[in-house]
């Protein structure tokens, strides 16, 4: 069974920092990229960041380019997302998803989200 099951969330104060881990199994790890979303209450669910199966290329939208950085490591069968800088902004449900990463991150493969993680910034 895919499985992709994001962990790691929880609240912090503007301006800190939270590591998110998106544990994958069921199917091939390598041959897919890997893509962090997030939905806000009251709007629709986005794209964040995505990496690359083959040659790990990394992709971000513009409101988190240099505050997030999305890293794999493959031994783990896990992706990260590594967020400085957190704004209220940034409150949202996150998730992973097996993706496409151009020319927007969007969901593709499997089609599953798990429950997410919660992330909350206070100003």
């Known amino acids: 069974e895919v499985q992709l099951q994001a962990s790691g969330g929880g609240s912090v104060q503007a301006g800190g920092s939270l590591r998110l881990s998106c544990a994958a199994s069921?199917?091939?790890?390598?041959?897919?990229?890997i893509g962090w979303f997030r939905q806000a209450p009251g709007r629709e669910r986005e794209g964040v960041s995505c990496?690359?199966?083959?040659?790990?290329?990394?992709y971000y939208i513009g409101s988190v380019k240099g505050r997030f950085t999305i890293s794999r490591d493959k031994t783990k069968r896990t992706v990260y997302l590594q967020m400085n800088s957190l704004k209220p902004e940034d409150t949202a449900i996150y998730y992973c998803a097996t993706s496409t990463c151009l020319p927007v991150v969007a969901a593709a493969g499997f089609g599953r989200w798990g429950q997410g993680t919660q992330v909350t910034v206070s100003s």
């Open positions: 990496i690359d199966s083959s040659d790990g290329a990394t």
């Open positions: 069921g199917f091939t790890f390598d041959d897919y990229a």
